[in-house]
């Protein structure tokens, strides 16, 4: 057995603003200390990220070659 968590997966992909924002948001609510959210958009958050550093998050985001982020978020404390 692993004791790797299942990332939670927001695809908030051609959603329109803040609804990408709040979704993030509740899926942080029940993230475990271990866990893992990844946000899927077509633009990078800006206002996003000073959020999550103000909270006690930490994140790495990655660009595909089609055009989209993939913002992985993690508690700041997580390994």
């Known amino acids: 057995m692993t004791d790797i ?15 990408p924002l709040n979704l993030t948001l509740e899926a942080l609510d029940t993230l475990p200390p271990d866990g893992e ?4 958009l077509y633009r990078e958050p800006g206002p996003l990220y000073d959020i999550l550093r103000r909270n006690g998050y930490t994140h790495r985001t990655e660009s595909t070659d089609s055009g989209e982020f993939h913002i992985h978020i993690r508690h700041a404390a997580a390994p």
């Open 5 to 19: 968590t299942t990332p939670i997966i927001v695809d908030a992909r051609g959603l329109m603003p803040p609804e």
């Open 37 to 40: 959210v990844i946000l899927m």
